[in-house]
């Protein structure tokens, strides 16, 4: 079996995906018309020619404007249902989807009408797939702290939909600080905390984000091996760090995968996990998440399955649940061997 036949077959989670950032252009388009929207680009090929980006605000800024095209419940299942249908075919467990409700809300969206859709598609896909799933409402951190506690207020009468928080946006700027007293609000509520961090931000947007905000997750985390101490207090704390190689490639927060921290990462301990981030913008999905790492860093299937249990572990999914999860993996493993 090839590797990369292994790597299609392997039982994987995904904890790191905006589903606004799984809207394919071919989609956009079809979405765009239906609601009578004119996109400012010809076609199909001419949108995905932009997606040439030279670091996380490039991408944010095409990101933001294609959102804008969703606007029915009808929108928001058939995104959802679409990166589903491309998750049962690479194999994935379970995922753990983010949606920024501001994103939405600011262009006179309601509140419900993105959770609506997404809920929608995540139940059919596991009725139909048996593919399990959390939600995560990410706060806009480009946004103040007053508008993300609104937001919250919004959410609070739907607080089952989702598990958690997260942070995400321009990350320079903006370190985690700004947002404390919405976290401890957060916590209060019971709510799991992940943010962004270590993205394109510096090492101490990492711990920024274990001290203040006391995050059971960090988004990326790249940027905590350029400080050894702060590396090794993320391997000791046993945090799961969300990474997202093809993500790191095509926003320039690294330029040689021969040179991608996750190896590192793995040597020592840390808690690591591969995922797609926004895989409609950056080039691939999961398996080619998986790929770009094998191939770059020459990691073996031992490695590729540490990735993968670390995925699983670093989960919101139930005890019993996660140990379904790694019992099908440890079978695969076991008969691929
Ligand atoms: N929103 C969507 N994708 C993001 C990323 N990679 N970093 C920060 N905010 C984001
Ligand atoms: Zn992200």
Known sequence: MTIDAYIAGLPKVELHLHIEGSFEPALMFQIAERNGIKLPYESVGALQAAYNFSDLQSFLDLYYQGMNVLQTEQDYYDLTWAYLTKMAAQNVQHVEIFWDPQGHTERGIAFEVPLNGIRA?????????????????????????????????????????????????????????KFQRLFDRCRAEGLKLMAHAGEEGPPEYV??????????????????????????RVADLGICLTVCPQSNMRLKNCTDIAQHPIKPMLDMGIAACINSDDPAYFGGYMSENYQLVQDGLGLDRAALGQLARNGINGSFASAERKSEMLANLAAYETSKA
């Open 121 to 177: 598609a995540l139940n059919e896909a596991k009725t139909r797939h048996g593919i399990s799933h959390e939600l995560i409402m990410s706060f806009l951190r480009h946004l103040s702290e007053e508008e993300g506690f609104a937001t919250l207020e919004q959410a609070l009468p739907h607080r089952d939909a989702f598990i958690g928080v997260g942070l995400d946006s321009s990350e320079r700027g903006n370190p985690p600080e």
């Open 207 to 232: 711990s920024g984000a274990i001290d203040h905000l006391k995050v059971d997750r960090i988004d990326h985390g790249n940027r905590c091996m350029e400080d050894p101490a702060l590396a090794q």
